[in-house]
């Protein structure tokens, strides 16, 4: 039996990001477009293959909310959708339906194996 080199293949329909901050030049930042630092994506290449996935962030919120008649839940999630590579190592620019707060720089993404285009 060979040994498996890096990480164990993960299970899940999910692989994690990292919100870095958002898209922005010398003076100007945009706020509607998130930069992704993906887990095992380090070139331009790789990346291509994210373009057109979902993207969530998921947070817990101070009070209990129920959505759509559905439990009570502190548990909440701003959706997007990955849109372009960024830059040569990896990054990934996201546009979300509500802009990710400031306060999320630095926490994770879920990255969604789905759409499919294989």
């Known amino acids: 039996m060979e040994r498996q080199h890096g ?7 999910y692989t994690r990001a990292v919100f870095t901050g958002f898209r922005r030049g010398l003076r100007n930042q945009h706020e509607t477009t998130s930069l992704l ?5 380090h070139n331009k290449n790789d990346a291509k293959f994210y ?7 998921v947070f ?10 559905g439990d009570k839940t502190k548990v909440r999630a701003i959706w997007g959708r990955i849109t372009n590579v960024h ?3 990896g990054a990934v620019r996201a546009q ?3 802009n990710l707060p400031a306060g999320a720089m630095g926490k994770q993404i879920r990255v969604l194996l789905y759409p499919s285009n294989i």
């Open 51 to 57: 373009i057109g996935k979902r993207a969530v962030y």
């Open 87 to 89: 830059g040569n190592s």
């Open 60 to 69: 817990k919120g101070q009070k209990k909310v129920a959505f759509k008649g």
């Open 96 to 98: 979300f339906h509500h």
């Open 37 to 41: 630092k993906l887990d095992g994506v």
């Open 7 to 13: 990480p164990k293949p993960s299970k899940k329909l």
